[in-house]
């Protein structure tokens, strides 16, 4: 029985192949990017199509998979469950498919059976408490342009707006930007007219990690760290949060920060991965 794991954000995604032989294969290669699907407002089609050319492409056989495991972003409720159900299902249309939410998949894939509270920090922020098999969110997940602290396009907003209101250090400025940028009509344009805003806002955030011996850089970075954690004291209990899993670009670039910021409101990082994939597949060939 072959089995497909799919990790699926609102700008890019991430897949397993499970053989029968216990072997596994994750896609796309670091480096690469496959398409993602958002299902509040995603084009389902397009996706589909998207994904059967890329992973049938590299794994011909994965088209004959009988159970496909999604965990995606934007399905915490029952319609946004059935619209990702019913894309995927363009792909497999024979197969079974069980859709979850990115939250229980790093629950799943990073807890390794253990309580804690659930953090992802990439583009976007959500956090949750795991516990006996269950996520409890209690707290509201607002997006970039309302929320999403500490997360790289909140990171990336801050960085843009410290230069256009000149409180970057000129050398740092001329670094990160160059002689000439940033260009304030380009820059809201780009943002603007991007198919993901919050992906274009993000991509400054890798700048940032070069330059961690800076101080405005440890400045912003643990500023936006220590909001995002002011938030979790908000929704969950000292219990809850004593110890953190976490997954994402931000948290895994930026790990020693994070666990400082976490560790002054007395939460501990007890695991954090670039992304759950991995634990994921561990998680399924125990199942069988």
């Known amino acids: 029985m072959l089995q497909v ?16 032989d216990a072997s596994h294969s994750l896609w796309p290669p670091k480096g690469e990017r496959w398409p993602g699907f958002n299902p509040l407002s995603g084009d389902g089609g397009a996706f589909a199509e998207a994904i059967r050319q890329e992973l049938f492409k590299v794994r011909a056989e994965a088209a004959t998979a009988t159970e496909v495991y999604i965990y995606g972003a934007g399905c915490g409720n029952e319609v946004r469950q059935a619209r990702m159900s019913a894309a995927i ?19 799943i894939g990073v807890c390794a059976g253990r309580n804690g509270l659930v953090l992802i920090l990439g583009t976007g922020m959500n956090a949750g408490y795991y516990e006996g098999g269950h996520l409890h969110r209690p707290m509201p997940s607002l997006g970039y342009l ?13 960085l843009l707006q410290d230069a256009f209101y000149g409180r970057i250090p000129e050398a740092l400025h001329l ?42 850089v440890r400045d912003l970075v643990i500023g936006r760290f220590h909001a995002m954690a002011e938030l979790l004291t908000r929704y969950f209990t000292l219990e809850q949060r ?6 994402g670009s931000v948290a895994y670039g930026f790990r020693e920060l994070l666990a400082e910021c976490l560790l002054d409101r007395g939460m501990t990082l007890s695991a954090v991965e670039p992304d759950p994939l991995p634990g994921l597949v561990r998680h399924h060939q125990q199942q069988g």
């Open 242 to 247: 004593r110890e953190v899993f976490a997954t």
């Open 146 to 158: 309302l929320g999403d602290e500490g997360s790289g396009a909140d990171l990336g907003k801050c």
């Open 89 to 107: 299902q363009l792909i497999w249309p024979n197969a079974h498919v069980t859709v979850d939410t990115d939250l229980m998949g790093t629950a």
């Open 175 to 216: 670094t990160l930007f160059g002689a000439e940028g940033p260009v304030l009509s380009d820059e809201l344009e780009r943002i603007h007219g991007a198919a993901h805003p919050a992906r274009a806002l993000a991509t400054y955030t890798a700048r940032l990690a070069e330059h961690l011996d800076q101080p405005y």
């Open 5 to 20: 794991i799919g990790e699926i954000g609102g700008s890019s995604s991430r897949w397993a192949v499970l053989s029968t």
